[in-house]
């Protein structure tokens, strides 16, 4: 018998009873759809994420004091007891390294905003001028923090653009005074609105120059010194480099924790695409009752079609015929389903898209593919028995029962 | 053409053993034309159903065209009913969502015969049973007599050197049976071999050699 003889007759048994074959390929169509939908929101998740990382640099390299009891830097660590503080010195003997490209050393606390009358709490960001493109913040109007030796605490801010607008409305900021703390710092720049950034609004800080931080917060300690290197495959030498340095300078003593992004966004990819592959899992098992659905249409199906079965085997065909006749039917239904599914997937995949436009949700073509396959080999697997069944029906007796 | 030695079925009804056919000779040549008769239950269609190799004898020795066929695989014997045999049965057995140069062509496509190939000889068969104009009927459209036929040329498709008949006439009108009639004689008449299950007298009397039996025994043979 002909493949294609055999898909024509299996169509027509499928198109002779639309209803029923519309509705196991929307069971089909329902479970390839949200394999697809969901392992979209999962990749959409890992995108978004990874996105947000690489907004913060991908050679950045993070110096944190205190040393991580486990080995290794994990991402979770990231702060530490330290006996030797993390100094303006040690950020400056960093930025020697060869293959550093820039260093900014950083002071986080929060503090009080204030002008005339208006005040409100702040983010306090302490560091030099490479912060700017390190953490590749954007600059509104006037300058960043000016260039040279990072000990001397200038009385000058930039200000996020909320703080901007808080303090200042529409007022041209430059060259303003705003208190900060028990001090006066003259305004002479702002950052452009940026939102959010890792958990990080950068329209809600105020920079000012490291040393005048750590006079206001009162520490000779940094909380931070961030590093980037010359390109992706410095890192890894910049990074033990650093380790190295740092020994050396706290007396031999590894007292500090260097987290790179690399490894940080490695780890979150691992996380976010496992978690992908458990939920499109999890859809998965919709496919396994759609072919449990097919398996018992089938049965019922090889029961009614007792008389043809045995008229087919008169005419000469044997059961492997009747058995591929059976499979194709299924197959064709699993197909269909499929198809419809993807396109289910995809519809929903472009509404929640429009929904979340920051998510990038596209459906990974792994994912499709893999549902297709698995809808098809479903149908296929749980037809089997059915079609075994027809296969053998003993033609005699399914002709003259009536 | 076909012999029979010492033929048995029997089949298990709950605990019972039904012994169906009793040790049947039987030998039949090429070209015959053979009417089985006997009252219900006699084991005429068991019979039927051996010759046709949708059955297989539970003892005894089956040969056709001098090969032995009693022990032949499923594949295989499907093969045999392909190439030499053809069936005509009393409640047609048309697959009703095909029309009927597909129902003609059903044997043709089992045997993959390529498409047009198949046309021409439904084209054929249809004209030879005289239901060209018919083509695309669906068997809904089609009055007994001319379903019948279609059944006829079906089983002829594949030009089948043995035509089993089970009561061909069984759900058609005298008028309309003897036509059908005519046409399988006509076949016969063409070489093949020809045999009829009937309760009719009047179309067994048609055949050149009875067969009665009754309760699984060849009881008259008019050719014996």
Request: hydrophobic share 50%; aromatic share 4%; proline share 4%.
């Amino acid at each position: 018998m002909r493949l294609v003889d055999t898909f024509s007759l299996a169509w027509g048994t499928l198109a002779q009873q639309p209803r029923r074959t519309a509705l196991i390929g929307l069971a089909m169509s329902i479970g390839v759809g949200a394999v697809v939908v969901l392992t979209a929101l999962g990749e959409g998740a890992r995108g978004y994420v990874l996105e947000q990382f690489a907004g913060l640099g991908t050679n950045l390299i993070i110096v944190i004091p205190g040393r991580a009891e486990t080995t290794g830097a994990a991402p979770g660590v990231l702060s530490g007891q330290s006996t030797r503080d993390l100094t303006l010195d040690d950020a400056n003997a960093v930025a020697r390294i060869p293959w550093v490209n820039d260093v900014a050393p950083l002071n986080v606390g929060s503090a009080q905003v204030t002008r005339g009358s208006l005040g409100r709490e702040a983010v306090l960001l302490g560091s030099t001028a490479p912060l700017l493109t390190i953490r590749h913040m954007h600059l509104g109007i006037g300058h960043f923090l000016p260039p040279g030796p990072s000990d001397q605490a200038l009385p000058v801010c930039v200000l996020g653009d909320k703080i901007r607008r808080e303090l200042f409305g529409n007022a041209n900021p430059l060259g303003g005074w705003v208190r900060i703390g028990d001090r006066r710092f003259r305004v002479i720049g702002t950052l452009a609105a940026q939102g959010q950034q890792m958990g990080f609004n950068t329209d809600e800080v105020v920079v000012i120059p490291v040393a005048a931080a750590q006079q206001l917060l009162n520490t000779p300690s940094l909380f931070r010194i961030l590093i980037e290197a010359r390109g992706r495959a410095a890192v890894q030498r910049v990074k033990e480099d650093t380790l190295a340095l740092l020994k050396t300078r706290h007396e031999g003593e590894a007292d500090v924790t260097v987290i790179t992004q690399d490894a940080v966004l490695a780890t979150f990819d691992r996380i976010l695409t496992a978690l992908t592959l458990a939920v499109g899992g999890i859809a998965a098992i919709s496919l396994g009752v759609a072919g449990v659905l097919i398996m018992n249409v089938m049965l019922v199906s090889v029961a009614q079609r007792r008389a043809e079965i045995g008229l087919l085997k008169a005419l000469g065909a044997s059961g492997g015929n009747v058995r591929a006749l059976f499979l194709v039917e299924a197959g064709l239904i699993a197909s269909l389903g499929a198809a419809g599914g993807v396109v289910l997937g995809f519809a929903a995949s472009f509404t929640l898209g429009r929904v979340y436009p920051q998510l990038p949700i596209v459906p990974p073509l792994w994912a499709v593919t893999a549902a297709v396959a698995t809808a098809i080999l479903a149908g296929l697997l749980f037809a089997w028995l059915p079609a075994r069944r027809a296969a053998k029906l003993d033609a005699a007796l399914s002709l003259t029962r009536r | 053409m076909i012999q029979l030695d010492q033929v048995s079925r029997t089949f298990e009804v709950g605990e019972q053993q039904v012994l169906a056919l009793r040790e049947v000779n039987l030998s039949i040549a090429a070209g015959e034309y053979i009417a089985i008769m006997g009252p219900s239950g006699s084991g005429k269609s068991t019979l039927l159903n051996l010759l046709g190799l949708l059955d297989r004898p539970s003892s005894g020795r089956y040969s056709l065209d001098g090969r032995d066929v009693t022990g032949l695989n499923e594949a295989e014997s499907a093969r045999v009913r392909r190439e030499k045999i053809g069936f005509v049965f009393q409640f047609f057995h048309l697959v009703p969502r095909l029309d009927a140069a597909a129902n003609i062509a059903l044997p043709l496509v089992l045997a993959g015969i390529a498409p047009a190939e198949r046309k021409q000889r439904v084209a054929q068969l249809l004209a030879d049973v005289g239901l060209s104009e018919r083509a695309d009927h669906l068997p809904s459209q089609l009055s007994g007599g001319q379903l019948q036929r279609v059944a006829i040329a079906r089983a002829m498709s594949m030009h089948p050197a043995l035509l089993l008949a089970d009561e061909p006439t069984g759900n058609l009108d005298r008028a309309t049976g003897r036509e059908v009639m005519g046409v399988l004689e006509g076949l016969n008449q063409r070489g093949a071999t020809l045999i009829v299950i009937t309760h009719d007298q009047e179309i067994g009397a048609r055949a050149r050699r009875r067969i009665v039996m009754e309760d699984g025994r060849v009881i008259s043979d008019n050719a014996a």
